[in-house]
């Protein structure tokens, strides 16, 4: 299996703008988690999915981020409008119940530089 | 609410010392206690956990942690470390979640440098 997809590995946009960070999880996954992770509050949960429901959004920092999930392949991130304050690596993880057993399988992450 | 704690944010060592990455827990419920790894521009990689059984769980390069109860704690140990082994370690406890599955709460993370 090619593992958890991430697009773009790194994106430097300018504040205000548009950001929409793209991620795959590994086929039949049934959970998937956006993190961000910084030096000042390490690696948080922003919001997770089952079976492309959004279950728990509550880490999600405020109304400028929003993520979906139109079908099991597919998730995005996006934050509207961008911040410095934004600059972080997000990752995306999946998992699946059952064969794995509470492993979260990570991609390798954008690194996000907001100017 | 489980949180995670790790003390030391940076941990040197020499090659061929052994190391220990100290991780402490607090949850009201049974637990299950993981290790991930992330080496230098990567995402982070599941390097053991426990579920249940023998506190004593191994990875295959060479680590080890130990799940004690009454201290709750979660150390990561080696015996003898490589320069390979310079990475960040995050200590990491699991919750159940709707649906059968688990979020987790990760640690501030503990920098390995090992050195020559």
């Known amino acids: 299996d090619a593992g958890v997809i991430q697009s773009p590995r790194h994106e430097v946009t300018e504040m205000g703008q548009e950001v929409t960070l793209r991620c795959k999880p590994i086929?039949?996954?049934?959970?998937l988690f956006w993190y961000r992770q910084t030096m000042m509050r390490g690696l948080e949960l922003l919001i997770y999915?089952?079976?492309?429901?959004?279950?728990?959004d509550s880490g999600m920092p405020e109304d400028r981020f929003s993520a979906k999930m139109p079908n099991a392949s597919f998730s995005t991130l996006k934050i509207q409008p961008s911040e410095p304050r934004d600059s972080a690596v997000y990752f995306c993880?999946?998992?699946?119940?059952?064969?794995?057993?509470?492993?979260?399988?990570f991609g390798p992450g954008t690194r996000l530089t907001v100017t | 609410a489980q949180s995670v704690t790790q003390l030391d944010s940076q941990v040197p060592v020499f090659e061929e010392a052994p190391v220990e990455l100290r991780c402490n827990y607090s949850?009201?419920?049974?637990?299950?206690l993981f290790w991930y790894v992330q080496y230098p521009n990567q995402g982070l990689q599941l390097l053991l956990k426990?579920?249940?059984?023998?506190?004593l769980v191994e990875s295959i390069n060479g680590f080890e942690a130990e799940f004690n109860k009454s201290q709750t704690s979660f150390h990561l140990r080696k015996p003898s470390v490589h320069i390979s082994d310079t990475a960040e370690y995050f200590c990491?406890?699991?919750?159940?979640?709707?649906?059968?599955?688990?979020?987790?709460?990760f640690g501030t993370g503990t920098q390995l440098k090992v050195e020559l």
């Open positions: 426990y579920l249940s059984g023998s506190t």
């Open positions: 949850s009201s419920v049974s637990v299950y």
């Open positions: 999915f089952n079976n492309n429901v959004p279950i728990d």
């Open positions: 990491a406890v699991s919750e159940s979640i709707p649906g059968g599955g688990n979020k987790l709460t």
């Open positions: 086929s039949g996954h049934d959970y």
């Open positions: 993880a999946s998992s699946k119940p059952g064969l794995a057993i509470y492993e979260q399988y």
